[in-house]
Nanobody
Framework: VQLQASGGGSAQPGGSLRLSCEVSGLSLGLRYYAIGWFRQTPGNEREFVAAISWNGGSTSYAASVKGRFAISRDRNKNAVYLQMNSLKPEDTAMYSC?????????????????WGQGTQVTVSS
């Protein structure tokens, strides 16, 4: 499984960015998987941000982003999106998407064995 995150960049506080995660290399048996977004800043562990179940029917969010971020997926395109609104300086981090071994949207990093390269998000005035 290959995952490629994109869409990062710079934004001002209160602004918006939309991240994309393209998934490829899936076998039929791996199509029932959740996708998660995590973020990491230097010297810190990866932090869960949001996740979406295999069919998009359920989502999970970290308390720090709930109400500001929205995760969605397009199964036809094998893509997952993270719409980030009302950005804050503390949202600054490297954002990575990952494919879960499970179909449900879990928050623990250990459920996600497949990772893509991250995309940097910087929020500052």
């Amino acid at each position: 499984v290959q995952l490629q995150a994109s869409g990062g960049g710079s934004a001002q506080p209160g602004g918006s960015l939309r991240l994309s995660c393209e998934v490829s290399g899936l076998s039929l048996g791996l199509r029932y998987y959740a996708i998660g977004w995590f973020r990491q800043t230097p010297g810190n562990e990866r932090e869960f941000v949001a996740a979406i179940s295999w069919n998009g029917g359920s989502t999970s969010y970290a308390a720090s982003v709930k109400g500001r971020f929205a995760i969605s997926r397009d199964r036809n395109k094998n893509a997952v999106y993270l719409q980030m609104n009302s950005l804050k300086p503390e949202d600054t981090a490297m954002y990575s998407c990952a494919a879960s071994r499970r179909p449900i949207a879990t928050i623990t990093v250990y459920d996600y064995p497949s990772w893509g390269q991250g995309t940097q998000v910087t929020v500052s005035s």
